[in-house]
C-alpha cells in the first residue's frame, strides 16, 4: 500500500514564500513521475508542475505551468522518495490546496497515488 504525505502548506504575505513536500512510503519498484496540482474554489484541479523521472518516451525533467514559471520549482529527493515545491513570490490567485501526485510501479502494478492535500493562502 503506497501512501503519500503532504506537508508546508499555510499562510502567507503576497510576495511571500513557502515549501510543499510530499514523502511516499510504501512498496515502491519505479517511479515514473513526481507532480503538484492545485486546485482553487470552484475551479478545476490543474497541474503545475511535473518532475519526470526519463526514459524512452519521456525526458527526465521538470515542467511548470506558466502560471508559475520563474517562480515555483519542483525538486525530488530520490532516496527518500520526496518531491518539494518551492514557491516564491507568490500571489493571492496561487491560492489554493495543493496535492501531490506520483506516478508509479509498485505491488498493485502501475498507477497514481494522491496526496491528502494541504491549504495554500496568500493573503494580506
Known amino acids: 500500500q503506497v501512501q503519500l504525505v503532504e506537508s508546508g502548506g499555510g499562510l502567507v504575505q503576497p510576495g511571500g514564500s513557502l515549501r510543499l513536500s510530499c514523502a511516499a512510503s510504501g512498496t515502491i519498484f519505479v517511479i515514473y513521475s513526481m507532480s503538484w496540482y492545485r486546485q482553487a474554489p470552484g475551479k478545476q484541479r490543474e497541474l503545475v508542475a511535473v518532475h519526470n523521472t526519463g526514459g524512452t518516451a519521456v525526458p527526465r525533467g521538470a515542467n511548470y505551468a506558466d502560471s508559475v514559471k520563474g517562480r515555483f520549482t519542483i525538486s525530488r529527493d530520490n532516496a527518500e522518495n520526496t518531491v518539494y515545491l518551492q514557491m516564491n513570490s507568490l500571489k493571492p490567485e496561487d491560492t489554493a490546496i495543493y496535492y501531490c501526485?506520483?506516478?508509479?510501479?509498485?505491488?498493485?502494478?502501475?498507477?497514481?497515488?494522491w496526496g491528502q492535500g494541504t491549504q495554500v493562502t496568500v493573503s494580506s
Open positions: 501526485n506520483v506516478h508509479l510501479r509498485g505491488l498493485m502494478g502501475v498507477g497514481e497515488h
